[in-house]
């Protein structure tokens, strides 16, 4: 048995992939468990033009019906969104499980690094990345996207991580993994909602370029895992670090009160700093993801371009 036999390349994605175009993949779950419908299936459809206007081919990532997708049609992605956190959340523990029961699995950011590679894609654009929770020295509440970058040589491109992480322990995590952390066009770790977070990246870079020429050396390792590219919220659409922080207490206090815990605890998390700030944290998550976006094609491209 191979896995190919549970994988659909939509044809142009599969085009562009044999001819070495550039292509962008792109994640499920924020569509379905990030964010609140419809803004979910139209943010999710202006990040697949986004990736057209600046020359890639955009693959978004699901499993439908037991099949691994690398590229959906519009219907499929209306479906995820209006569905809702009816999919289930796939991380790579339900991998398997999914294909085995033919359901459907909005894909995290490590199933849609699993899927892209099994494609042949090398960039993947999201908003954040799962990391070490607080309170993980006693809970044990570890993202597998960390694990999946340490193994799977796909760069993904993100506004750094909401501070309902721990993010300092989540950079430790990433060190401890042998994951280049590199800000684009800064040298700190930005917080997803807002700029800074006060904790240095290993590496700044400042061009599409150079991002490229390092995820090419990268794969080129033995054993080569993934690099995690931190683009900050463009100035214009950051929140008041003092109104996000408020909230993510606020929220990380009702989680705890209501027990919430494994895969659930993310989405919670997120819901809830949504509901606190009113659109406002909405709006930015959306920009953050079109920024992204424009990004990773340009790294698409300029790797295309790449011997
Ligand atoms: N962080 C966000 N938005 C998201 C997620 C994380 O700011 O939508 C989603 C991503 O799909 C990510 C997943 O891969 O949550 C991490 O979930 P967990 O912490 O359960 O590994
Ligand atoms: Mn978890």
Do not use: W
């Amino acid at each position: 048995m191979d896995y190919r036999q549970y994988l659909d390349i939509n044809p142009e994605v599969e085009e562009a992939v044999k001819s070495g175009q550039p292509v962008v993949a792109l994640e499920s779950t924020i569509i379905s468990h990030g964010m609140p419908y419809p803004q979910n299936v139209e943010t999710a459809l202006t990040v697949e033009k986004i990736i057209r206007d600046n020359g890639a081919v955009p693959a978004t990532i699901a499993v439908i019906k037991g099949r691994m997708k690398a590229g959906l049609t519009e219907d499929e992605i209306e479906y995820l969104g209006r569905t809702g956190s009816g999919v289930a959340k796939a991380s790579r523990r339900d991998l398997a499980a999914l294909l085995c029961k033919g359901t459907d699995g909005a894909t995290t950011v490590t199933t849609t690094m699993m899927i892209a590679h099994m494609a042949g894609i090398s960039i993947f654009a999201t908003g954040g990345i799962g990391g070490v929770h607080r309170g993980a020295q006693t809970t044990m509440d570890i993202s597998a996207d960390l694990e999946e970058l340490a193994h799977t040589p796909v760069m993904v491109v993100c506004a750094g991580a909401k501070a309902i992480l721990d993010l300092g322990l989540t950079l430790e995590y990433l060190e401890t993994r042998g994951v280049p952390v590199i800000g684009y066009h800064t040298d700190e770790l930005p917080a997803f909602y807002t700029r800074k977070s006060g904790l240095p990246v290993d590496y700044r870079m400042d061009s599409p370029e150079e991002l490229a020429r390092l995820l090419k050396i990268q794969q080129a390792m033995p054993h080569a895992g993934g690099v995690l590219v931190t683009n900050p919220i463009p100035e214009q659409y950051s929140m008041d670090p003092a109104v996000i922080n408020a909230a993510i207490e606020e929220a990380l206090r009702q989680a705890e009160a209501e027990h919430i815990h494994g895969k659930e605890s993310t989405p919670y998390l997120l819901a809830k700093v949504k509901e606190l700030t009113g659109g406002d944290s909405l709006e930015s998550n959306i920009r953050l993801v079109y920024n992204n976006a424009g990004l990773a094609a340009r790294v698409a491209v300029a790797y295309s371009e790449l011997k």
